[in-house]
């Protein structure tokens, strides 16, 4: 087996874990991860696998549902980050002059700005909820895109079947269309992958500073912040999701360097 | 009245080179193509030499209106084009095609052979969806290959199936015109025979103009009925190919002819040329060949040559075309061919 | 001739070159012999796909990891190199045998001055000159390969340089250490034609004045017939003729030899048509059983396709693998 299937294979396993655990929360679950309950931060035991939070919550069936919110979060905003960083990548990388040079200030004054360090901002200045988050999210993340796809355009066409295709007679939405988005959608796909790990790890360390989903949701990042208070008590608090985390941005990681 | 089917007049391009790491401007300027002027007609072959930097691949892109030029006027036939637009250029793309020379680099790799054949007629509207299907294999089998090699991709194909390929696409939609740019050059010396041949029976067999474009002096005398010699952006001579060959009026010409090493065993007299090629950023003044030419005078360093006529078509662009010293044109005929042409003959009989 | 009791300068045996094993197993060179003598020029001409680069790396010690030489000898002036350890063959290359490519820029570092990069080549071999010695050596061997104002050009850069003029460096680098053999892989390729004659002339007179040997590797006749005393035209992997340039161009025997002499438009002749060879070179994985050149020649017949012919003598040395030679007669 080579490396690169060794990793997509661990990739798709990490992700349809994860996944399979989000979509049978319900039944993997007796409890409800919202219920407070009078077992107030009880360790690990066979009725609670991950134990109880401070307002006697199951960890493990709060971690179980953090997959469904990761998992909406994570493509979500991967779907936004396509939708304005792809057409204007393919803009700028196949017009020449103003237009380019106009699109790519725009992405370089993104990208001076530390991603991060934006989306709190923005997030401390629009308030906290799903909808919010996953446009954060997107906002943040977009210029990336559309400088990766703005550099996949500008290098296939300087490819010799592109002045074929002009000499063929193609109007130049067939050479984008035809010629030069088949060469170049790998890639996107890859980074699209690699989009979707970095907005679930974002949305964490938003959520573990604070800025994430408000409560009660089953937001990974905020409980591993609420468990470092009792973290002696029962370390599951922290970790569980923590590992959570850090399995599915791994397996969207993984998959997204596989594909060529 | 006749038109020439491509005529470029006084046609002039030039490029920006940007010095090194300092971008911007301050870059010198290339001219790739200065002031030239050809013709080129229907049904006919005319080759374009010339060693690299000289501006052929360039003239190639012009006359197709794929680069635009600087000054000049492009017409065909008989229709000026230099200032069409891409939008309005492209109807008349179907008569004019181009075959290159890398075929692996001009094949669009996540395409089947099928669909790049069939592009042009897409592209232009022509026919409808079976009736392409049928022109796709019909083109398969004229360029020699097979219609199941319809559905693969060109990554799968030798080199010179691969040109077959390119042929074949620019042969799709009937045009008039080829400007075939090195089409063999990237082949191997076997496969050059097979493609020469078949664009020479193409060409008989459709009545297509080839604009041909090689470094290869051998392949272009062969193939060509007219030749222009280019060096450093200008035609330095023009004229009909025997013409040429017999009685070269550029010592550039001379200095190319000389260089072509013949496979006969017979080693070469004389060293032909001197020096190296100049840059195309820094062309000598006057004469741009004066710096490697055996017969540059005073009058070569101060005037740059014009091209003159010297009948039948001929045009040299050196000042002393008319008074070179005659050269013994290459013995077109030996007295006794060796036993390996014998032999060559009796395997071209067990051929046919 | 050279005296037959002096050994040859190089004498190849048998050599093979594989990659893979078991049923995916290819040979890229399959049982090549070659001999080159003191001073002589010896042209190897092929196609893409012949071995003749393999064959050229296998000589240096510089086989692919992927391969290996899976029998054979080459002896240099009597020593075998095929086994021996990367260290020793190490001091043997660029001593005692030198090599250069087609495209010289990619052999020359572009941050240093070609000043300093052959000073390198001089140290590697000589650790006592000083650094003015060495840099008068330098400025000799650029002397030597006929580049004007070599005082000048020593502290260029290799952009600075025009292709012809970095093939002549490569030329002198490889001769700082006074090789006895020059391996030169298609050094003329990627010039001009005006350029080419100049440096195949180069090539000859510097062999005229040191006495080195030369291996000539391309895949074009016109260049051979200009520089080799001796030729081997190679196809699949195999030796298909060999002799000396006279016997290959006045009296090939082989079919293909024949092939590709015929293919090839001439200035002195004026064919309607040339003559060509059908189908292509058969992948190094895909080998016809026989004779390996069958399925593409002319005069072949079924027991072409039943067994791999062996070269034969035609007179003198001039040997070639072909069952149907001397071809009198057309096959049917």
Same mark, same amino acid.
């Given at each position: 087996?080579?490396?690169?299937?060794?990793?997509?294979?661990?990739?798709?396993?990490?992700?349809?874990?994860?996944?399979?655990?989000?979509?049978?929360?319900?039944?993997?679950?007796?409890?409800?991860?919202?219920?407070?309950?009078?077992?107030?931060?009880?360790?690990?035991?066979?009725?609670?696998?991950?134990?109880?939070?401070?307002?006697?919550?199951?960890?493990?069936?709060?971690?179980?549902?953090?997959?469904?919110?990761?998992?909406?979060?994570?493509?979500?905003?991967?779907?936004?980050?396509?939708?304005?960083?792809?057409?204007?990548?393919?803009?700028?990388?196949?017009?020449?002059?103003?237009?380019?040079?106009?699109?790519?200030?725009?992405?370089?004054?993104?990208?001076?700005?530390?991603?991060?360090?934006?989306?709190?901002?923005?997030?401390?200045?629009?308030?906290?909820? *799903?909808?919010?988050?996953?446009?954060?999210?997107? *906002?943040?993340?977009?210029?990336?895109?559309?400088?990766?796809?703005?550099?996949?355009?500008?290098?296939?066409?300087?490819?010799?079947?592109?002045?074929?295709?002009?000499?063929?007679?193609?109007?130049?939405?067939?050479? *984008?269309?035809?010629?030069?988005?088949?060469?170049?959608?790998?890639?996107?796909?890859?980074?699209?992958?690699?989009?979707?790990?970095?907005?679930?790890?974002?949305?964490?360390?938003?959520?573990?500073?604070? *800025?994430?989903?408000?409560?009660?949701?089953?937001?990974?990042?905020?409980?591993?912040?609420?468990?470092?208070?009792?973290?002696?008590?029962?370390?599951?608090?922290?970790?569980?999701?923590?590992?959570?985390?850090?399995?599915?941005?791994?397996?969207?990681?993984?998959?997204?360097?596989?594909?060529? | 009245?006749? @038109? @020439?089917?491509? &005529?470029?007049?006084?046609?002039?391009?030039?490029?920006?080179?940007?010095?090194?790491?300092?971008?911007?401007?301050?870059?010198?300027?290339?001219?790739?193509?200065?002031?030239?002027?050809?013709?080129?007609?229907?049904?006919?072959?005319?080759?374009?030499?010339?060693?690299?930097?000289?501006?052929?691949?360039?003239?190639?892109?012009?006359?197709?209106?794929?680069?635009?030029?600087?000054?000049?006027?492009?017409?065909?036939?008989?229709?000026?084009?230099?200032?069409?637009?891409?939008?309005?250029?492209?109807?008349?793309?179907?008569?004019?095609? #181009?075959?290159?020379?890398?075929?692996?680099?001009?094949?669009?790799?996540?395409?089947?052979?099928?669909?790049?054949?069939?592009?042009?007629?897409?592209?232009?509207?022509?026919?409808?969806?079976?009736?392409?299907?049928?022109?796709?294999?019909?083109?398969?089998?004229?360029?020699?290959?097979?219609?199941?090699?319809?559905?693969?991709?060109?990554?799968?194909?030798?080199?010179?199936?691969?040109?077959?390929?390119?042929?074949?696409?620019?042969?799709?939609?009937?045009?008039?015109?080829?400007?075939?740019?090195?089409?063999?050059?990237?082949?191997?010396?076997?496969?050059?025979?097979?493609?020469?041949?078949?664009?020479?029976?193409?060409?008989?067999?459709?009545?297509?103009?080839?604009?041909?474009?090689?470094?290869?002096?051998?392949?272009?005398?062969?193939?060509?009925?007219?030749?222009?010699? #280019?060096?450093?952006?200008?035609? #330095?001579?023009?004229?009909?190919?025997?013409?040429?060959?017999?009685?070269?009026? @550029?010592?550039?010409?001379?200095?190319?002819?000389?260089?072509?090493?013949?496979?006969?065993?017979?080693?070469?007299?004389?060293?032909?040329?001197?020096?190296?090629?100049?840059?195309?950023?820094?062309?000598? &003044?006057?004469?741009?060949?004066?710096?490697?030419?055996? @017969?540059?005078?005073?009058?070569?360093?101060?005037?740059?040559?014009?091209?003159?006529?010297?009948?039948?078509?001929?045009?040299?662009?050196?000042?002393?075309?008319?008074?070179?010293?005659?050269?013994?044109?290459? &013995?077109?005929?030996?007295?006794?061919?060796?036993?390996?042409?014998?032999? #060559?003959?009796?395997?071209?009989?067990?051929?046919? | 001739?050279?005296?037959?009791?002096?050994?040859?300068?190089?004498?190849?045996?048998?050599?093979?070159?594989?990659?893979?094993?078991?049923?995916?197993?290819?040979?890229?060179?399959?049982?090549?012999?070659?001999?080159?003598?003191?001073?002589?020029?010896?042209?190897?001409?092929?196609?893409?796909?012949?071995?003749?680069?393999?064959?050229?790396?296998?000589?240096?010690?510089?086989?692919?990891?992927?391969?290996?030489?899976?029998?054979? +000898?080459?002896?240099?002036?009597? +020593?075998?190199?095929?086994? !021996?350890?990367?260290?020793?063959?190490?001091?043997?290359?660029?001593?005692?045998?030198?090599?250069?490519?087609?495209?010289?820029?990619?052999?020359?570092?572009?941050?240093?001055?070609?000043?300093?990069?052959?000073?390198?080549?001089?140290?590697?071999?000589?650790?006592?000159?000083?650094?003015?010695?060495?840099?008068?050596?330098?400025?000799?061997?650029?002397?030597?390969?006929?580049?004007?104002?070599?005082?000048?050009?020593?502290?260029?850069?290799?952009?600075?340089?025009?292709?012809?003029?970095?093939? +002549?460096?490569?030329?002198?680098?490889?001769?700082?250490?006074?090789?006895?053999? !020059?391996?030169?892989?298609?050094?003329?390729?990627?010039?001009?034609?005006?350029?080419?004659?100049?440096?195949?002339?180069?090539?000859?007179?510097?062999?005229?004045?040191?006495?080195?040997?030369?291996?000539?590797?391309?895949?074009?006749?016109?260049?051979?017939?200009?520089?080799?005393?001796?030729?081997?035209?190679?196809?699949?992997?195999?030796?298909?003729?060999?002799?000396?340039?006279?016997?290959?161009?006045?009296?090939?025997?082989?079919?293909?030899?024949?092939?590709? !002499?015929?293919?090839?438009?001439? !200035?002195?002749?004026?064919?309607?048509?040339?003559?060509?060879?059908?189908?292509?070179?058969?992948?190094?994985?895909?080998?016809?059983?026989?004779?390996?050149?069958?399925?593409?020649?002319?005069?072949?017949?079924?027991?072409?396709?039943?067994?791999?012919?062996?070269?034969?003598?035609?007179?003198?040395?001039?040997?070639?693998?072909?069952?149907?030679?001397?071809?009198?007669?057309?096959?049917?």
């Amino acid at each position: 087996m080579t490396a690169v299937t060794l990793r997509r294979i661990t990739g798709l396993t990490l992700i349809a874990f994860v996944a399979l655990a989000g979509i049978f929360a319900p039944w993997l679950s007796a409890f409800d991860p919202n219920a407070s309950g009078y077992d107030i931060l009880y360790p690990a035991s066979a009725e609670h696998p991950f134990g109880t939070d401070d307002l006697g919550r199951d960890v493990f069936t709060r971690v179980l549902y953090g997959a469904r919110i990761s998992l909406v979060i994570g493509p979500a905003a991967a779907l936004i980050v396509a939708l304005i960083g792809i057409p204007i990548g393919l803009v700028a990388g196949y017009a020449h002059g103003r237009a380019d040079q106009m699109i790519v200030q725009v992405i370089d004054l993104f990208i001076a700005i530390p991603a991060f360090v934006l989306a709190l901002i923005v997030m401390a200045m629009i308030g906290a909820s *799903l909808p919010n988050l996953v446009f954060v999210l997107g *906002l943040v993340m977009w210029p990336e895109m559309a400088r990766l796809v703005r550099g996949q355009v500008k290098s296939v066409r300087e490819r010799l079947y592109i002045e074929a295709a002009d000499a063929i007679g193609c109007s130049r939405t067939r050479i *984008l269309a035809r010629h030069i988005w088949p060469n170049i959608m790998h890639t996107i796909a890859a980074q699209l992958a690699i989009t979707v790990s970095t907005a679930i790890f974002t949305a964490a360390s938003l959520g573990f500073l604070g *800025l994430g989903l408000p409560p009660p949701a089953a937001d990974w990042g905020g409980m591993v912040q609420s468990g470092f208070d009792y973290l002696s008590l029962n370390p599951w608090l922290s970790i569980a999701p923590g590992c959570a985390v850090a399995m599915t941005v791994m397996g969207f990681y993984l998959l997204g360097r596989t594909i060529d | 009245m006749s @038109h @020439h089917l491509l &005529e470029l007049e006084n046609v002039t391009r030039q490029f920006q080179v940007s010095a090194g790491l300092s971008r911007g401007r301050g870059g010198a300027v290339v001219r790739a193509v200065d002031n030239v002027s050809l013709t080129l007609e229907k049904g006919e072959t005319l080759g374009l030499v010339g060693e690299s930097g000289c501006g052929k691949s360039t003239l190639a892109r012009l006359a197709l209106k794929l680069l635009d030029p600087d000054a000049g006027t492009i017409r065909y036939n008989g229709q000026d084009i230099t200032d069409r637009s891409r939008s309005t250029m492209r109807p008349l793309r179907r008569r004019m095609q #181009m075959i290159f020379q890398d075929p692996s680099a001009s094949l669009n790799p996540r395409m089947t052979v099928g669909e790049l054949i069939e592009e042009p007629l897409i592209v232009h509207e022509i026919g409808n969806r079976a009736s392409r299907r049928a022109r796709v294999s019909e083109l398969l089998s004229l360029v020699g290959l097979s219609d199941y090699h319809a559905s693969r991709q060109p990554h799968q194909f030798s080199g010179g199936q691969r040109q077959r390929i390119g042929i074949a696409r620019a042969l799709a939609v009937n045009p008039e015109l080829i400007v075939c740019d090195e089409p063999v050059s990237a082949l191997d010396v076997s496969i050059q025979a097979q493609i020469v041949n078949l664009m020479q029976d193409l060409q008989t067999g459709l009545g297509l103009s080839y604009l041909f474009i090689a470094h290869d002096l051998a392949v272009v005398k062969h193939i060509a009925d007219r030749i222009a010699v #280019m060096y450093l952006g200008k035609i #330095m001579e023009i004229g009909p190919a025997d013409r040429l060959f017999e009685n070269p009026r @550029h010592p550039y010409t001379r200095t190319l002819i000389a260089s072509v090493l013949s496979p006969d065993g017979k080693r070469r007299q004389a060293a032909p040329a001197t020096g190296d090629l100049p840059s195309p950023l820094a062309v000598p &003044e006057g004469c741009r060949f004066h710096p490697r030419c055996p @017969h540059a005078t005073d009058l070569c360093r101060r005037l740059d040559p014009a091209l003159q006529e010297l009948g039948e078509g001929h045009q040299s662009a050196c000042h002393h075309a008319a008074s070179l010293p005659t050269i013994a044109p290459p &013995e077109a005929k030996r007295q006794q061919p060796t036993p390996a042409e014998r032999r #060559m003959g009796l395997a071209i009989q067990a051929r046919s | 001739m050279t005296d037959p009791k002096t050994p040859p300068l190089l004498q190849v045996e048998d050599l093979r070159v594989s990659f893979g094993a078991g049923a995916h197993e290819t040979r890229a060179v399959d049982g090549i012999g070659l001999t080159v003598e003191r001073g002589r020029t010896h042209g190897i001409v092929g196609e893409s796909g012949s071995g003749k680069s393999m064959l050229s790396l296998a000589i240096m010690g510089l086989v692919p990891d992927s391969g290996r030489i899976a029998s054979g +000898r080459i002896r240099l002036g009597g +020593r075998d190199l095929a086994g !021996l350890p990367y260290r020793e063959m190490q001091a043997i290359r660029g001593k005692r045998i030198a090599m250069i490519f087609q495209e010289p820029m990619t052999s020359l570092n572009p941050l240093y001055t070609i000043g300093r990069q052959l000073s390198e080549a001089i140290r590697a071999h000589d650790r006592r000159a000083s650094a003015r010695e060495i840099r008068n050596r330098a400025i000799e061997l650029l002397r030597r390969v006929r580049i004007p104002s070599p005082e000048r050009r020593v502290d260029d850069y290799p952009h600075q340089m025009s292709g012809g003029m970095r093939q +002549r460096v490569m030329i002198a680098m490889a001769l700082s250490c006074g090789p006895e053999l !020059l391996i030169a892989d298609e050094p003329t390729t990627a010039l001009d034609v005006t350029v080419q004659v100049q440096i195949l002339d180069l090539l000859r007179e510097l062999q005229d004045e040191t006495g080195m040997a030369m291996i000539f590797i391309t895949h074009d006749l016109g260049v051979v017939a200009a520089v080799a005393d001796e030729v081997s035209v190679m196809y699949a992997g195999r030796v298909v003729e060999t002799g000396t340039a006279r016997n290959i161009f006045e009296d090939a025997q082989h079919p293909y030899t024949l092939g590709l !002499l015929g293919s090839r438009p001439r !200035l002195d002749r004026n064919l309607h048509r040339l003559p060509t060879i059908e189908g292509a070179v058969p992948p190094p994985f895909d080998l016809p059983p026989g004779c390996r050149f069958e399925p593409r020649c002319a005069f072949a017949t079924p027991d072409c396709a039943a067994a791999c012919p062996g070269l034969r003598p035609f007179g003198g040395n001039h040997l070639a693998a072909c069952f149907r030679a001397p071809v009198k007669e057309i096959a049917r």
